[in-house]
């Protein structure tokens, strides 16, 4: 079973944001978040062909983010998840993520949950060191059975700025 991890892309700024008055978790895309993440999509669908499902926190700039990788695959099926909304239960997540069963599955979110996660996935341990992921960066966690923590392998990271290049 293969994992892939998607940091959100670039959003407005949350001080910004905040001037408006409306909550945090409907923050959009920027213009050029979506531009750059179209790209990234782009590369992604070639490094990860046989992807099944794109699950998603239900904050605005991670379902954005999740629409723009399903159209790289033609749209992919979507699904929210609010347990990758930023500070949800890492537990639940886990519990979630143990009970699929793609054979491929992307799941987008936010910094610094996603970065913890992929930590204790391959390491083992929750209080593992956590391995950051840039806006609109990615990694891929290959797994014997399902997905468990300590099951994890890293097969690979990747920064959005080297994800352009490849869409090119």
Not at 85 to 91: D, K, L, T, V, Y
Not at 117 to 144: M, N, Q, T, W, Y
Request: charged content about 25%; aromatic content about 4%; hydrophobic content about 40%.
């Amino acid at each position: 079973m293969k994992l892939l991890v998607v940091r959100h892309a670039v959003a407005q700024e949350r001080d910004e944001w905040h001037e408006t008055g409306r909550p945090d978790n409907e923050r959009p895309l920027t213009r050029k978040g979506r531009t750059e993440m179209k790209a990234c999509a782009k590369a992604l669908a070639r490094l990860v062909p046989g992807l099944d499902l794109i699950a998603t926190s239900p904050f605005t700039r991670a379902a954005d983010t999740a629409e723009l990788l399903a159209a790289a695959w033609s749209s992919m099926p979507l699904l929210d998840v609010k347990e990758l909304a930023s500070g949800g239960s890492r537990n639940e997540l886990l519990k979630w993520l143990a009970s699929r069963t793609e054979s491929c599955l992307a799941v987008v979110g936010h910094e610094p949950d996603l970065g913890s996660l992929v930590g204790s996935l391959v390491v083992g341990d929750s209080r593992a060191v956590p391995i950051p992921l840039e806006k609109a960066g990615a990694c891929l966690l290959r797994f014997p059975e399902r997905i468990e923590q300590g099951q994890g392998e890293l097969r690979w990271l990747v920064y959005p700025r080297l994800l352009r290049k490849l869409a090119r």
